[in-house]
């Protein structure tokens, strides 16, 4: 029973720790983007960041759905160190490309006056980069064509 509260506590404590680098990067990207913002007043910076938590916390939820399932698993192995260490690895690289990509946002930003985020939301919906799925057929016919007159 101590084992399964411990995998808990630390469940707990990655899920937080990554909320507040969540939160840091979203301050981060509000003071270099400031500018382009224009704030009417001092107050409204903190209340972004305190309702931009939500959003922080589905996208935690979403990409660590298998951190957090491996964690509550009703195993005997669970508490297991060895088992421990490998999630947790799983944790770190999974969340340091989510990561990387948030903070390469904050240079992104400037350029396009967009979100990244924005764009795959419309990629994944089809609603962006449809002449890619749409040519892919008639492009691999090509590569099949050449390639049989290359054997032949």
Request: hydrophobic fraction near 50%.
């Amino acid at each position: 029973m101590r084992k399964i509260k411990l995998t808990i506590r630390r469940l707990v404590f990655h899920l937080v720790l990554l909320l507040a680098i969540y939160c840091l990067c979203r301050g981060i990207f509000l003071f270099t983007n400031r500018v382009e913002f224009n704030f009417p007043t001092l107050f409204t910076a903190p209340y972004l960041l305190f309702a931009g938590i939500r959003f922080d916390l589905a996208a935690i939820f979403m990409t660590n759905a298998l951190f957090i399932l491996l964690n509550i698993l009703p195993a005997p192995f669970i508490a297991n160190s060895s088992y421990q260490k490998g999630i947790t690895y799983l944790f770190i690289i999974s969340n340091s490309f989510f990561i990387f990509l948030n903070i390469v946002d904050i240079a992104y930003f400037p350029y396009t006056h967009k979100r990244m985020q924005s764009d795959v939301i419309l990629f994944l919906n089809g609603k962006k980069g449809k002449t890619s799925i749409t040519y892919s057929p008639t492009s691999l016919n090509n590569i099949g064509i050449y390639c049989w007159f290359m054997l032949h």
